[in-house]
Structure formats: C-alpha cells, structure tokens
C-alpha cells in the first residue's frame, strides 16, 4: 500500500513569494491534515479536512495560508506571502476516519521543508 | 486547553541500557495517547498507542501506560540498540477538543543510542 506522497521535499524562497504544497493521502482515507513543525518543537495542526469539507481551520493564519481538497482527495496548501517565520516542515497525515479507534490513526508523510531568506 | 509536556533531550544511552522518556498531559477530557518516531531524514511514525486509563501500548520492544491518576505516558525499552536512535514524540487526541482527533505533540525528545 502507497504511503502518504507529498511534494516538493524541500523549498527555498525569497520572503514574500508564494508557495504551494502537494499532498496525497493514502487511497480511501477521508481525513486529511496539514500540520507545521517548527525546529525544534512538535507538529501543530494547521487545518483538518473531512472529505472534502474543512473540519477545523482555528490554527491557520488565514490572512496568509489557504488550503483546497476539492475532490477529496489530494490536497494543496499555499502561503502567500511568505514571511521568516513560515520555515518550517509542513507535514501531511491521512486517516481512515476522525475517530479514537484503529481507523483514526495518522500516517504521516515525508513532509515538505521550506526555507524562507 | 490540551497541552503534552516531554522531557528535554538529548538522551544519549549506551547500547543496552534501559530507557525512559517522561511524558505528562492535560486535557479536558479523556484523550487518546500516543507514541511516535521520526528517524533520521523520514517522516513521523506511529510507535504506539493507547486509548484508555490503564492501557498499555507496546511495539518493537517498547511500551507506556496510561496513567490517568497521575496523568502520564511514560516510553519505556528495556535494552535500548542503535537502530533506536530517533526523535520521539508524544501526543494526544482528544474528541472533545475542537480539533476532533487532531494530533496535539509534545516538543519531541532526540535520542542516541552508542555503540
């Protein structure tokens, strides 16, 4: 079975430049997440989607990052413009459902490491 | 709010030592804990898992508990080799959360294990 793709692995862009990231979920999984890590300090969730139908966006600086699952299936976030702060690895995870069981379980991707001079 | 607390790495062990790395969480409700690895240069994996007070979670030769009383999930290994050199993440879900099942991680704490 297919992992979680996600691309490009790495990024290096000026500061306000736009950026976008790919990410494909394992097929079947309804749930999607993005979540950013900054080094040094755990993953923090950016957005959650359910189908295709944004579930929490609460943590998002929306006035600068936007993400679409307009199919349900693969997924694209975007930041624009770019500032310092936004270095980071952006993380992509898939489950089955949003639930506590076994098909709740998050299968995280390579992540995407981005760079911001 | 929900918040998962690690202690500070790095932990540097020789091979075969027993391991422990602290975690303490707060949540309003009752949360599901979890254990996850990243190696060097891949991407995070689900180590272990549990989901309710008293439950033990264990893989690959490690394990935790679930100790609602004292609110902690602890990773434990009993003889630690190299290939165990990672970064290790605790986290929490909790339904009750706005976030639904969204993962809450701790800082992450880096191990390495020599020779």
């Known amino acids: 079975e297919a992992g979680v793709a996600q691309s490009p692995r790495y990024k290096i862009i000026e500061k306000r430049q736009s950026v976008a990231f790919w990410c494909n979920p394992i097929s079947g999984h309804a749930t999607l997440y993005w979540y950013q890590q900054i080094l040094g300090q755990g993953p923090k969730l950016l957005i959650q989607?359910?189908?295709?139908?944004?579930?929490?966006d609460s943590q998002l600086p929306k006035d600068r990052f936007s993400a679409e699952r307009l199919k349900g299936v693969d997924s694209t976030l975007k930041i624009q413009p770019a500032k310092l702060e936004d270095s980071a690895v952006y993380l992509c995870?898939?489950?089955?459902?949003?639930?506590?069981?076994?098909?709740?379980?998050?299968?995280f991707g390579p992540g995407t490491r981005l760079t911001v001079l | 709010g929900n918040s998962v607390t690690q202690m500070e790495g790095p932990v540097t062990l020789s091979e075969e030592a027993f391991l422990t790395i602290n975690c303490t969480y707060t949540?309003?409700?009752?949360?599901?804990l979890f254990w996850y690895v990243q190696y060097p240069g891949e991407g995070l994996q689900l180590l272990l898992k549990a989901t309710k007070a008293d439950d033990k979670g264990s893989n690959k030769g490690f394990e935790a508990t679930y100790r609602k009383e004292t609110t902690s999930f602890h990773l434990e290994k009993g003889s630690v080799q190299v290939s165990d050199s990672a970064v290790y993440f605790c986290a929490l879900s909790d339904l009750q959360s706005n976030s639904g099942y969204a993962l809450n991680f701790g800082k992450g704490t880096s191990l390495l294990v020599t020779p």
């Open positions: 995870a898939s489950s089955l459902s949003p639930s506590g069981g076994a098909a709740g379980t998050q299968y």
């Open positions: 989607f359910q189908n295709n139908g944004v579930v929490d």
């Open positions: 949540a309003t409700g009752y949360p599901s």
